[in-house]
C-alpha cells in the first residue's frame, strides 16, 4: 500500500523558517513534488524534485526561499521553508508521481499519482 505522511506545519511569525516531511513507503517514485491549497484558491504548485538525480523546479513565488531535498536512508522528502510570508500560509500536499516526467511538466497536478492527506502552514503577520 502506498503512503504519503506529511508531518511539520504549525504556525509562524512572519519571516520564520519550517521544514516540511514526507514519509514514502509502498513503492518507488521518479518525482517528488510538494503543492499547496490557500482558503478559496486553487491547489498549486510549489517544487519538485527528481528521485534519480535530485534535479529540482520551484514556483516563482518560492525560488530562493524554499528547498527541497531527499533523506535517502528515510525515504523522506524534505521542504526547507525560509523567510516565509503571510501569502505562504496553505495546507501543503506531498506528492508523487510513477512515470518519469519531463522537468516541463513537474507542475502538472494531473501527472502526479499520490497525494498525502496535507499539514497546514499558517504564517501571522
Known amino acids: 500500500q502506498v503512503q504519503l505522511v506529511e508531518s511539520g506545519g504549525g504556525l509562524v511569525q512572519a519571516g520564520a523558517s519550517l521544514r516540511l516531511s514526507c514519509a514514502a513507503s509502498?513503492?518507488?517514485?521518479?518525482?517528488m513534488g510538494w503543492f499547496r491549497q490557500a482558503p478559496g484558491k486553487e491547489r498549486e504548485f510549489v517544487g519538485a524534485m527528481s528521485w534519480t538525480d535530485s534535479s529540482g523546479s520551484y514556483a516563482d513565488s518560492v525560488k530562493g526561499r524554499f528547498a527541497i531535498s531527499r533523506d535517502y536512508a528515510k525515504n523522506t522528502v524534505l521542504l526547507q521553508m525560509n523567510s516565509l510570508k503571510p501569502e505562504d500560509t496553505a495546507v501543503y500536499y506531498c506528492a508523487a508521481a510513477s512515470s518519469v516526467l519531463d522537468y516541463s511538466r513537474y507542475g502538472r497536478i494531473a501527472d502526479y499519482d499520490y497525494w498525502g492527506q496535507g499539514t497546514q502552514v499558517t504564517v501571522s503577520s
Open positions: 509502498g513503492r518507488s517514485f521518479n518525482v
